[in-house]
């Protein structure tokens, strides 16, 4: 599927580029005050064997372009929590190589257009005479170094840019439309985004230029034996800098090099997210690992997920005959197959990120401070996996405590790398920084082997929060059991505690070196957390769960009057309860700081920044998806059977006062 897409992805690039370069050459050859002459020479430009030359080469452009983006593309996006963490993924290896080939083939498209403008931009070498002897030699032509230089610029910018805006990053849109609609709709704005590019790029590497241009001149001139036109104005001054129509061939060429990558990588987008629509069950069975509920629940390919919830929003809503098919009984046998796996899979998408949401709202209300495990997690946890998963044997249950909490790397395990990975770091505790505390790494489970809280045993006098003993008393006499006794845990010989001398020695100097960096502005500018990107990278892969909730509302309010077997009635208590319990979870995160802040406006520019604002979208289709079940139910939901809490909270939207 996705190798389809990048084969009409670059074919209709290479069909679309000698559009953009006709485009291209009426700009650069452009002559107000001689028309007929400026049409006559563009048309023979066209033709010329160095336009087509130039056509192959920018073929070659842009078939690389596109394998870029099928390795580099991502539906989650990376967000770093800090400036240290971005300047990590700026130089890393991988992202070190995607620089060095865009600035190749910036130097090689610039090339091309150097060729196309002719003039003194054509070549490299120019003949030119010596003033002492007179003898004719060839000089360097810096207009020439200038573009290719200026090439290599720009790709790196577009590179550095791919990581900091998350240009590689697939969002789906909210309302589905035609591949042409969208593209016609998205050109004035690749336009609008290569203009500006290319301006900022011209500004900023004529003022790097400046500074600096002499370094790559003389180096190039002494290893390619080229001499220097003294005769000439250099370009690395300010009089040879202020050239109109220097800056003007940089601007235009700018701009068809940006508008040639930025095409690319719309198209990439819009054929990438392209719905596709999965049948709902198979009379064959080979063709049953094609069918929805399987494709909902692969785990190896990312896209195929998103794919799949996708069409199970899309079919909830416009379609009434799949929607029969999701609720119809398996023959023989009767059972509802179908239904519960959909809703097994949405229910577990929705209560891993429940689990997110407590484990982060745990780690920033401890705030450094020792919080028993025992007690707060474990009856959290027991309280989310009784009221949210209880109930029939077709339904997953809520990972109990022994399960490491899930994070956005750990929902999709193939493509986002497991638990410590780049999204789990914005709200995960930070163990390895120097500047964590102790009881922060007491929190999160890594103790250090010296510390008194180092695995089960404790010290005596300290005693682990439980059940308060009139609570436990009060119990066990209504039971009729006698009253637990407090277990002591028997606390290990004091000589092994003791750390050794050497040991105190380094852990004195770590803490020295900690506090002598804490001071230093540039370390804290680095390695302080960015405001946003905690909450931002708790809900980056909030795109799934939004169409989780589509999918489970309108199926659910669908029932109503579709499902002649009642099949969703079953786990319609377990549907409210999970909904009900995420609602409060995401309500106690944008209580927290810069939770409910509004990132501002971006300039125009081809990243894609939806991603920021996600947890907005997440808690309206969240309120959306529970006014759409208690409106259609009304008070039908009186019987349904529930805690008193979530019926409490379930009123509240019946009386719209949510």
């Known amino acids: 599927m996705i190798f389809e897409c990048l084969v009409l992805l670059i074919a209709w690039s290479v069909l679309l580029l000698p559009v953009t370069a006709a485009v291209f050459v009426l700009l650069s050859r452009f002559s107000l005050f001689h028309p007929i002459q400026w049409i006559s020479e563009c048309t023979s430009l066209l033709t010329a064997s160095s336009t087509i030359f130039s056509l192959v080469v920018l073929c070659g452009v842009v078939l690389i372009t596109g394998l870029f983006n099928l390795e ?12 240290m963490a971005l300047l990590g993924t700026v130089l890393h290896p991988r992202q070190c190589v995607h620089s060095l080939v865009y600035c190749t083939m910036g130097m090689l498209v610039m090339w091309c257009a150097s060729v196309t403008i002719g003039g003194r931009y054509s070549t490299l070498g120019i003949p030119c005479r010596q003033s002492e002897s007179g003898e004719v030699v060839t000089c360097l032509n810096e207009y ?54 290319s301006l900022y790029s011209a500004r900023n590497f004529a003022a790097l230029y400046f500074f600096f241009g002499y370094a790559p001149k003389t180096w190039i001139s002494s290893t390619l034996h080229l001499q220097i036109d003294s005769s000439l104005q250099p370009l690395d001054s300010l009089t040879g800098l202020l050239d109109f129509s220097l800056l003007y061939h940089l601007t235009i060429s700018g701009t068809f090099l940006y508008f040639t990558w930025y095409l690319t990588v719309l198209l990439f987008r819009i054929y990438v997210t392209e719905a596709y629509s999965f049948p709902v069950q198979s009379t064959f069975t080979e063709d049953a690992e094609q069918c929805l509920p399987k494709v909902l629940a692969e785990t190896n390919t990312l896209v195929m997920k998103f794919f799949a919830l996708q069409d199970l929003a899309l079919l909830s809503q416009h379609s009434l005959s ?31 990120l429940t689990q997110r949401l407590v484990a982060h709202q745990d780690a920033v209300a401890s705030n450094g401070r020792v919080k ?77 082997p010296r510390s008194p809280w180092f695995g089960t045993v404790q010290s005596p006098h300290i005693m682990r929060r439980g059940p308060k003993l009139w609570s436990a008393s009060t119990e066990s006499q209504s039971n009729g059991s006698p009253p637990a006794s407090p277990v002591t845990v028997p606390s290990p010989p004091a000589a092994s505690e003791k750390p050794s001398f050497l040991a105190q020695w380094l852990q004195n100097r770590r803490e020295q070196v900690k506090s002598f960096l804490a001071k230093r502005v540039l370390i804290v500018y680095l390695f302080n957390k960015l405001p946003e990107a905690s909450s931002q990278a708790l809900f980056a892969d909030s795109q799934v769960h939004i169409w989780a ?5 309108h199926l659910v309010a669908a ?7 009642g099949v969703v009635q079953t786990t319609l208590p377990n549907i409210l309860s999970c909904l009900v319990v995420l609602l409060e979870a995401v309500d106690r995160h944008f209580k927290l700081p810069h939770a409910s802040s509004k990132p501002a406006r971006a300039v125009c520019r081809m990243g894609d920044s939806t991603y920021k604002t996600l ?44």
């Open 372 to 448: 028993s495990q025992s007690a707060s997690s474990d009856t959290r946890s027991a309280s989310l996996s009784s009221s949210v998963m209880s109930g029939t044997e077709d339904i997953a249950e809520t990972p109990r405590l022994g399960v490491p909490l899930r994070t956005p790397g750990s929902v999709f395990k193939s493509s986002v790398g497991g638990v410590h990975s780049a999204l789990t770091a914005p709200f995960t505790p930070d163990v390895d920084s120097p500047f964590s505390s102790p009881a922060i790494r007491r929190l999160v489970g890594q103790q250090e």
């Open 144 to 197: 020439h170094l200038f573009l290719l230089l200026a090439g290599a610029f720009m790709g790196y910018s577009h590179s550095f840019l791919g990581v900091v805006q998350n240009m590689y990053y697939v969002s789906f849109q909210p309302i589905q439309q035609y591949k042409y609609p969208r593209f016609k709709g998205c050109l004035p704005m690749v336009v609008k985004c290569s203009v500006i590019q």
């Open 549 to 553: 909730l589509q999918g489970l509302s």
């Open 72 to 83: 580099f593309y991502t539906l989650v996006p990376s967000i770093p929590c800090s400036r």
């Open 559 to 565: 029932s109503f009057s579709e499902d002649q077997f």
């Open 615 to 658: 947890r907005f979208a997440l808690r309206a289709a969240l309120k959306t998806a529970i006014y759409k079940i208690t409106t259609t139910f009304g008070e039908h939901l009186n019987a349904v059977n529930i805690s008193t809490e979530h019926r409490k909270r379930l009123q509240q939207f019946l009386e719209f006062k949510e």
């Open 322 to 352: 799949r929607r029969l098919e999701v609720f119809c009984l398996s023959q023989p046998g009767g059972h509802p197959h179908n239904w519960n796996a959909i809703s097994r899979e949405c229910l577990s998408l929705l209560s891993e």
